[in-house]
């Protein structure tokens, strides 16, 4: 066992885990934030899409003992992101509207890409969306209604 | 009881409302099975067997594992009937003597710790005296194939089923053969196909010796999942309640198996006395469930010298693996699927459906209509290769008209005109144009590019006589808040159920979309509204939603309660007089044949469906002669699917289905290695990510159908359809080269692009 501090969704916390134990696994079963969910344990389809530090990570792939004074957002903080107490991060609403989600379990992680997209290209083109979301998998939609989810969540943030 | 009018204004229906369950998704505070935790629950995993098929000489439990600290659950264990019950009893719960399939359930392990599960997995040591097997179509069929399925109502050896549809006589094909001026043969292949839902398979079960079994997790069918634990231990119906707990894709993938991982933990709960949780990982569903059924199709044509199609013989066969599941249904539908939407003057269809050593193929969105419907179409272009003419000539020649007959010998009523959807296809694609220029820039290119389409159509709801034997029953109830809530077992699984059905509750009693609720299915509450599955949800299930709800509206008008022009909270007061007058307020309805549907389930004569969506699909290809891969630039989806519900929803679900098919085409490959899945991971099993799609362009025509809701026909399977064959189609314009097998890899094209110049134009 180790002791790990780290912040997730603006909380401290101090964990005693495995110093191996997957991120993924921490956030779900010790923090019991299941909103960031396993699709496949290895990297492919980025459902556990979590920021570390700003950065998109992959959480199956991170050993918990990497995070020792990190700051973490999921899906359960992208609200706040928009500032304290708010109901919706506008790439939320985005999705809702424009049917962005549909079976919805790889949206928490295709969220925090976009988030992530989107500091990085606030006004993006389509093709820097394309490749901005290709380590997020999503069976049902086709991507194309998250394409249109994304751009109106651009625009949106753009005319704030 | 008030009856739909095209004229009148819809308030909800044709709109897009918020997806019901949308917000908590956005959140993430929706809750999957692997999100829910029980006191006291343990963690389930399976031991599988390694070998394809074998009898079992013995297990030993290996050292170094704290056996003591596990239940485990053997075949002797099941109170009931050791078997998964589907159409036929032949699929074990358990492998107690003989495995038929690798990764086939033998035993189950139960522990507290997850994480020790797959080192005492590892350690269950089987041996196997090992049985001959079979792995593919041919090798099953094979004059000296053993024996690997047996039963006393099979057709043939290794036969599951088989269909014989015909129109004409028989001895008119042999003379039209005789004298026709062309004979075109061919012969088209598809692969298996992973649903790949992203949230894997799981349950949670408890047991309780008054109440009985209790199972909540992925289905999309929780009626069926009571149906086979009432087999496995050997209970009444009401001591197996089933729960759907929010299920991350399904797409078919969670149709029949979920009986089998719901029965498995269920088991494993039984014998330890707590609940006990059954989550596979990536590897173990690739692995373990179900697929796509690969498939054959054989053509021979007799065409006319000015391409009218004469008639025509089609065999279809289908790998069903291991054990029956679905497979006579999915054969069924290939079977009714394979003529297209043109007029055959005579016709055979043979469908037949095979045995082979692999894990038993299932149900995926297109129920075997997606296998016959790329052999046809390939075919149709290769009739008009032969005969001279373009593709779409050959087609415009021979589509169904209204007043023709299909080849089941059904009436065309829809006021469809295939004539006019094709010309608005090829418009839209800018077709001619494209055709012309890519002919003009090819040769001096090294990347070929083509445009190809599909035309086709897809039954909505259960075949022939499939929905009056379901006798599905919808209810609503009033809340005690006052409120309509829809109770049904038609699951939400993304397609979007929960918003559609209140859409259509809403129109029918004139509330606002928000105030109507939908119940989680749980059995032990909803009705058995029958299966999520063959595009029936919208159309059969919401006709039966829209008559409750009529029904509903007017019991409460004739109670005097609710004025005739009412308002939401009129509603709410109306209902909750109601109910302190009269008790608890529900309007049941069951389904009724629409009276002009008859079919003779022997012959295959008659209305195979209620109704069709019709389409056009439109792909374009580059072919990069370097690298041998083959990409979809573009693609166009052209569809008359009665009344759009939810056009946000619609188009989602024709954007999702052009992708995997897509995948299906050119992406998506099982390796196969003596039957077990070679390449269970998310890494070698590819399918499609944003960045290799093209863009897919959704186009509708809305003509209503007398058999939906306002008007509203099916649409989820449909998309599945069409993509593999215009694509190929495509690919074969850009290169000359015809591909009949999907999937169609770099490596494959590579193969086939080195071959001899006479196979290629």
């Known amino acids: 066992m180790s002791t790990i501090t780290l912040t997730v969704n603006g909380e401290p916390h101090r964990l005693e885990v495995p110093p191996m134990k997957r991120l993924l696994d921490v956030l779900r079963e010790d923090l019991q934030l299941t909103g960031t969910k396993e ?122 | 009881m008030p009856e739909f009018s095209p004229s009148e204004p819809l308030q909800t229906v044709g709109r897009s409302p918020l997806r019901k369950e949308g917000l908590a998704k956005v959140v993430g505070q929706a809750k999957y099975v692997d999100d829910l935790s029980l006191p006291g629950m343990w963690y389930g995993a399976t031991v599988r067997s390694s070998v394809a098929r074998g009898r079992i000489r013995s297990i030993e439990f290996g050292p170094d594992i704290p056996w003591h600290e596990f239940t485990i659950v053997t075949a002797a ?78 057709p043939a050896k290794n036969t599951f089923k088989q269909y014989l549809m015909q129109c004409g006589d028989e001895a008119s094909l042999d003379e039209i053969f005789a004298s026709a001026d062309f004979i075109v043969e061919g012969e088209y292949r598809t692969g298996a196909q992973e649903q790949l839902y992203i949230e894997n398979n799981g349950i949670i079960a408890e047991f309780d010796r008054e109440a009985g079994v209790k199972v909540q997790g992925a289905m999309q069918c929780p009626y069926y999942v009571v149906h086979a634990l009432q087999l496995v231990f050997n209970l009444p119906a009401e001591k197996c309640r089933v729960i759907q707990t929010e299920t991350g894709g399904a797409f078919g993938g969670k149709e029949d198996f979920p009986s089998v991982i719901a029965s498995h933990a269920a088991l494993l709960a039984m014998k330890a006395g707590r609940p006990v949780k059954i989550c596979y990982d ?29 008639g025509g013989t089609i065999e279809v066969a289908l790998d069903g693996g291991a054990y ?56 149709m272009n290769k009739i008009a290769r032969t005969i001279g003419l373009t593709p779409e000539e050959l087609r415009r020649r021979n589509l169904l008209r209204v007043g023709d007959r299909t080849a089941t010998g059904q009436l065309i009523t829809d006021t469809v005109d295939m004539q006019q959807l094709l010309t608005r296809a090829l418009q839209e694609t800018n077709y001619h144009a494209k055709r012309e220029e890519f002919a003009r820039t090819n040769p001096g290119s090294t990347i070929k590019r083509g445009i190809g389409f599909a035309t086709f159509f897809h039954g909505s709801g259960f075949t022939g006589s499939g929905e009056r034997r379901l006798d599905s029953l919808v209810e609503i109830e009033i809340t005690p808040e006052g409120q309509p809530c829809i109770l049904v077992s038609s699951t939400e699984f993304g397609q979007g159920t929960n918003t559609i059905l209140c859409q259509v509750a809403a129109e029918a009693l004139q509330l606002p979309y928000a105030f109507v609720q939908i119940a989680q299915p749980d059995t032990a509450r909803v009705p058995n509204s029958g299966p999520t599955v063959a595009s029936r949800t919208a159309m059969i299930v919401g006709k039966l939603v829209e008559r409750a709800a009529y029904s509903l509206r007017d019991t409460l008008l004739h109670s005097g309660l609710l004025p005739g022009d009412y308002t939401e909270q009129d509603f709410r007061t109306a209902a909750l007089a109601y109910v302190a007058q009269h008790g608890p307020l529900k309007s049941s309805v069951r389904y009724q044949s629409p009276g002009d549907i008859f079919w003779d389930d022997q012959n295959y004569r008659g209305e195979a469906y209620p109704a069709y969506a019709w389409a056009v699909y439109v792909a374009e290809v580059a072919v990069d002669t370097t690298t041998y891969s083959a990409t979809c630039t573009h693609f166009y989806a052209l569809q008359e699917v009665g009344r759009v519900l939810h056009p946000v929803l619609a188009k989602g679900q024709i954007e999702g289905g052009v992708a995997q098919g897509i995948g299906y085409a050119l992406y998506e490959k099982c390796v196969w290695q003596r039957g077990h899945m070679a390449n269970n ?58 591909c009949d097998e999907i999937p169609l890899l770099p490596e494959d094209l590579f193969a086939r692009m080195a071959m001899p110049q006479e196979n290629a134009r």
């Open chain 2, 282 to 310: 990536r590897a173990e569903d690739l692995a373990g469930t179900t697929k796509r059924h690969p498939s054959r199709s054989r053509h021979r044509t007799a065409v006319s010298r000015d391409g009218r199609l004469l």
């Open chain 2, 77 to 154: 264990d099941i109170p009931g009937e050791n078997v998964i019950v589907h159409l036929a009893k032949d699929h074990p719960c358990l492998a107690a003597t003989h495995v038929n399939h690798p990764d086939e359930p033998i035993l189950l392990l139960a522990h507290p710790d997850r994480a020790i599960l797959p080192a005492a997995v590892a350690a269950v040591r089987v041996q196997y005296e090992e049985l001959p097997a079979v792995f593919t179509i041919d090798e099953s069929e094979a004059p000296d194939a053993p024996a690997i399925w047996q039963d006393p109502a099979a």
């Open chain 1, 39 to 160: 699709g496949c344990g290895e990297g492919e389809c980025g459902s556990c899409s979590v920021l570390l530090n700003g950065d998109l990570v992959n959480s199956c792939l991170v050993p918990v003992l990497q995070t020792e004074g990190a700051t973490i957002t999921t899906i359960e903080g992208v609200a706040d992101l928009a500032g304290p107490g708010e109901r919706l991060h506008p790439i939320q609403q985005c999705f809702l509207e424009h049917g962005g989600a549909q079976c919805g379990i790889c949206t928490p992680g295709m969220i925090l890409a976009t988030h992530h997209l989107l500091e990085k290209y606030p006004q993006p083109d389509l093709s820097q969306i394309q490749e901005g979301l290709a380590g997020n998998l999503c069976r049902c939609t086709g991507y194309t209604r998250i394409f249109a989810a994304v751009q109106a969540a651009a625009r949106m943030e753009g005319s704030k």
């Open chain 2, 324 to 379: 029956l599941t679905l497979t006579s249904t999915v054969l069924s539908r290939a079977t009714i699927h394979a003529p297209g939407p043109y007029h055959w003057p005579a016709l055979r269809v043979v469908g037949k459906a095979m045995a082979t050593n692999l894990p038993p193929h299932g149900a995926f969105r297109g129920f075997g209509a997606p296998q016959s419907i790329f052999g046809t179409e390939r075919h």
């Open chain 2, 681 to 738: 991971q998310m890494t070698n099993y590819i399918m499609p990510t944003s960045a290799d799609l093209p863009p897919i362009e959704v186009a509708f025509e809305e003509v209503p159908s007398i058999h939906g809701p306002f008007g509203a026909k099916g649409i989820g399977e449909l998309p599945m359809d069409g993509p593999a064959p215009a694509i190929l189609n495509a690919i074969e314009e850009a290169t000359g080269i015809e």
